[in-house]
Every structure is written in C-alpha cells, then in structure tokens.
C-alpha cells in the first residue's frame, strides 16, 4: 500500500485524479489516498459485507467523500478465462 501511495506520488499524479479501486475489500487504501490528499475515490467490490465495513472504516475515519459500492468487475474474469 505504502508502495502504491509512494509510486502515485513520484508519477506526480494530481491529487484531482478519480481512483477507482476495483476489490477494495475493507477500503483501506481508498482510506491511505484520502489521507494523502487524494479526493475523487471510489471503491467497489462483488462482497456486500467487504462495502458494508468499508463504510464503517470510511465513517470511523471521517473520510465521507469516499465513494464504496457493490459491484462485480467482469473484465478480470474474462481476462483469466481467455488466458
Ligand atoms: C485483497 S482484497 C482487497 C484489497 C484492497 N484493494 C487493498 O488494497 O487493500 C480483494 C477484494 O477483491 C474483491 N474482488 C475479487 N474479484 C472481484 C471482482 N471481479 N469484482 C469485484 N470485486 C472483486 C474481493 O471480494 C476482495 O474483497
């Protein structure tokens, strides 16, 4: 994660820039980005209960510009299923 953060800051990638975290499991990351100074993110993973405590991070937090929703990422399936 530091790794990620560390690279996007060295790519001097503006802080405007939209993130989408596709499988942001507990949305940790998202968390990390926001702390950094990133402000156009948003999360989705395929697990209910993943978005459910990713929004009690995002409250605990108080990072409520963060955006989380449930949804299934088809490409990363069709990408191993052709492989
Ligand atoms: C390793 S975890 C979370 C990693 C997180 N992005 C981070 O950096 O801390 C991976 C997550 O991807 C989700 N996931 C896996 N395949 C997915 C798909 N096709 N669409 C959406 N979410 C998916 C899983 O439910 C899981 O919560």
Do not use: C
Request: proline residues 2%; aromatic residues 8%.
């Amino acid at each position: 994660m530091v790794r990620i953060i560390r690279w996007l800051e060295k790519q001097q990638i503006p802080l405007d820039s939209s993130v989408l975290d596709i499988g942001t499991g507990n949305g940790v990351l998202l968390i990390e980005l926001a702390k950094s100074g990133y402000t156009d993110l948003t999360g989705i993973d395929y697990s209910p209960s993943a978005i459910q405590l990713s929004e009690k991070v995002r409250e605990k937090e108080g990072m409520s510009n963060i955006k989380f929703k449930v949804s299934f990422e088809r490409k990363f399936i069709e990408e191993i299923e052709s492989s």
